[in-house]
């Protein structure tokens, strides 16, 4: 990408087009991308340093319906541009094309591991490349913002559970769910929590489910809790086989 002149300065606009207004037109103007900059000053100080969303997701390549056919592209998107440009088709990077027929599931994470040590080597030691801008050679560093994906996919990318009581990946073990007795399935409740406490609809518990709601919002978990969280958990990753039944003599 710093091999094209004009391409090379449009991938350090961010760094001179912050938002003086407060509103948001671009991810610089985001609490990510400020939370990045206190985090790692150094990594933030040379704007040619990449910021990069994941998204990933299936689709049916073929439009049919009765088909199950499903086809997962992981798409690289580049924050340092433009917003007219970051996400215009020439500039997406498709690092990955997870053939069918059968979606990856949590099997994911094999294809994935390339394009994560590709990541990781962009984190942590970073790559010679060549500026055409100023026509020299620098080291060039990158991270991951984010992920772009529906929930179910979410989950196979994050390792979130994404079903049952507690799919919440915010409010965790704090997530209001209630199972339905005769249709055998869960419900999440709670909304309300978010509001103001003096907000109207926490008390028109005639409308919604009978009761009026006092609790207060809960605290996001943080990044090192989940960590914490999952430092004990053994995983047995791969396919399993599946015994045959016994033949009966």
């Known amino acids: 990408m710093f091999r094209t002149i004009e391409l090379a300065n449009e991938l350090t606009w961010y760094s001179t087009h912050t938002s003086q207004d407060g509103n948001m037109r671009h991810p610089v103007d985001s609490p990510a991308w400020e939370t990045i900059d206190d985090t790692w000053p150094c990594f933030a100080s040379d704007p040619c340093n990449l910021r990069l969303g994941l998204a990933a997701n299936g689709f049916n390549p073929f439009r049919n319906l009765s088909s199950t056919h499903s086809t997962w592209p992981v798409v690289l998107v580049t924050y340092n541009l433009p917003p007219w440009k970051c996400m215009s ?8 094309l997870i053939p069918g027929p059968k979606q990856p599931g949590n099997d994911i994470d094999v294809y994935l591991q390339p394009l994560i040590d590709d990541l990781n080597e962009l984190w942590r030691t970073g790559v010679e490349v060549y500026d055409a801008s100023s026509n020299s050679t620098f080291n060039l560093k990158a991270i991951l913002m984010w992920t772009i994906n529906d929930f179910p996919a979410y989950g196979n990318l994050a390792g979130c559970c994404v079903k049952d009581r507690y799919v919440c990946p915010a409010c965790g073990l704090k997530t209001c769910s209630e199972r339905l007795k005769f249709s055998k399935k869960n419900v999440y409740l709670g909304h309300r929590r978010f509001l103001p406490m003096n907000h109207t609809l926490r008390k028109m518990n005639s409308w ?21 969280a999952c430092e004990e958990v053994e995983n047995d990753f791969g396919k399993k086989k599946k015994m045959g039944k016994e033949r009966k003599i």
């Open 208 to 228: 919604l489910n009978g009761a009026e709601e006092t609790a207060d919002k809960p605290r996001i978990i943080s990044g090192k809790e989940v960590r914490l």
């Open 89 to 96: 088709k020439e500039n997406l990077m498709l690092t990955l």
